[in-house]
């Protein structure tokens, strides 16, 4: 008895869940902060840095739940917090942007900003910044780095100090590399001041990829990633991949079964041709199609290699291949050669929609600037597909369009392709 006395001693019910709210909401709050959601820029909006604050705020509540003195919680809210949690935070961020949107549209909020640099410089600060929704700055002018005449400045580094008393800016911009002395002074009239100080280094303009502010021993620098999925958005990728993946292949198994019958039954060989295909990061994995064409198409392929419908070797197609069979021109005019690759998919080496692999001796002449292609896992379909697939013979644009996809990645693009990708399958637009 004492010890059952004991154990209900230790459990705070919570018969109300009203008065548990504010507690779920402070813990949510802390696990933000904690996450640094609340920094300055897009970070309450990185799904990452959300996802995490809430993860921790649910591990407290389960320790909380667990340990003694327990909280006596309902069992089933522990596995709704979560998304409950993420749900709300979304929605209060979506409203709070469109509210500091609206107030920035008309001036209200915005923090005066003034930049130095060089005309050039300061032309692209101004253009990111008005390509921008988001942007919280009014930029009242720029002053130059050094005495040049410029009658659209403010004035030279040697008037910063009076500027920055005349204007009252709170913020300063730094475009692109000044000299030492000149990054000391500005520095010194900044904190002079309490001015907030931001660089923008001429390096950033022609890097891929996203930066992260670290510290190298004492030194402030950048780690720059390179421009790929990072989480949560690659996990919710690749379990939207999972689940129409399997939905495909079991819709398509009767039809994938026809086809393997009609290979074997038009021309001699093996129904599935395998190739090895460059992946995420550079990595080799062999790619499976129906095979399309005769057992030695691939022993042939110098000898019509003049008869690329490309002008850049680094992307290869006939119009009229030879090497193709009766059945593999039908399987190539509607695609279907491709359905085996639904297996790459769900061993990870494919994604449902990315760009496309390419094969080793096509990334053996890549450019520096190529090999975005090979910074997110590879699709079945992709942008190139449904802008044109193979009537794009320029390989720089089919790098522009997979570039801007891997941007501006999101799951409502990625169905979005897979819908036009249904519609330029069965017209056959492209298709050789």
């Not at 340990?67 to 917090?81: E, H, K, M, N, T």
């Not at 009239?189 to 190298?216: N, Q």
């Not at 320029?394 to 941007?407: A, G, P």
């Not at 990645?409 to 399958?425: E, F, P």
Request: proline share 6%; with cysteine; hydrophobic share 45%.
């Amino acid at each position: 008895m004492a010890g059952a006395t004991l154990a209900a001693a230790e459990i705070v019910p919570v018969t109300d869940m009203r008065r548990l709210w504010p507690s779920l909401v402070g813990l949510v709050l802390i696990g933000l902060n904690a996450n640094g959601a609340y920094r300055p820029g897009d970070a309450r909006r990185d799904a990452r840095r959300l996802l995490l604050g809430v993860g921790l705020a649910a591990a407290v509540l389960a320790m909380l739940a667990v340990l003694p003195p327990s909280v006596d919680l309902p069992l089933a809210f522990l596995p709704c917090f979560i998304p409950i949690a993420l749900g709300a935070l979304i929605a209060e961020r979506w409203l709070v942007d469109l509210v500091v949107r609206q107030a920035y549209a008309h001036g209200i909020g915005l923090r005066k900003a003034l930049i130095v640099g060089r005309h050039g410089e300061v032309e692209e600060i101004l253009n990111g910044l008005q390509n921008d929704l988001n942007r919280d700055h009014r930029i009242i002018g720029y002053v130059t780095p050094s005495y040049v005449y410029d009658a659209k400045a403010l004035g030279s580094i040697d008037d910063l100090d009076a500027i920055l008393d005349r204007e009252d800016a709170a913020e300063l911009i730094i475009a692109g590399s000044l000299r030492a002395e000149v990054v000391q002074r500005v520095a010194d009239a900044c904190i002079k001041r309490g001015t907030a100080m931001i660089a923008v280094p001429s390096w950033g303009r022609g890097v891929r990829g996203w930066a992260e502010p670290v510290k190298i021993g004492g030194l402030p620098g950048y780690h720059v990633h390179p421009a790929r999925l990072g989480m949560p958005a690659l996990v919710l990728k690749r379990a939207t991949d999972l689940v129409l993946t399997v939905i495909g292949l079991a819709a398509c198994s009767p039809l994938m079964a026809l086809i393997a019958l009609a290979i074997k039954i038009d021309s001699p060989g093996p129904v599935f041709f395998r190739q090895r295909r460059v992946g995420l990061g550079g990595r080799d994995f062999m790619m499976w199609k129906f095979r399309s064409m005769s057992c030695q198409a691939e022993d042939k392929r110098e000898q019509i290699a003049h008869l690329n419908a490309y002008a850049d070797g680094r992307l290869f197609k006939l119009r009229d291949d030879p090497r193709v069979t009766r059945v593999g021109r039908v399987l190539r005019r509607f695609s279907l050669d491709e359905l085996p690759q639904l297996i790459n998919v769900l061993a990870g080496d494919m994604s449902l929609v990315g760009p496309r692999p390419p094969v080793p001796v096509e990334v053996g002449r890549y450019e520096p600037r190529h090999f975005v292609r090979l910074s997110v896992v590879p699709g079945l379909t992709g942008p190139w597909q449904v802008g044109g697939r193979n009537l794009i013979t320029d390989f720089e644009e089919v790098v522009r369009l997979e570039r801007e996809y891997i941007d501006a990645w999101s799951l409502r693009l990625d169905l979005q392709i897979m819908a036009k990708t249904v519609g330029v399958v069965l017209s056959g637009r492209g298709a050789y």
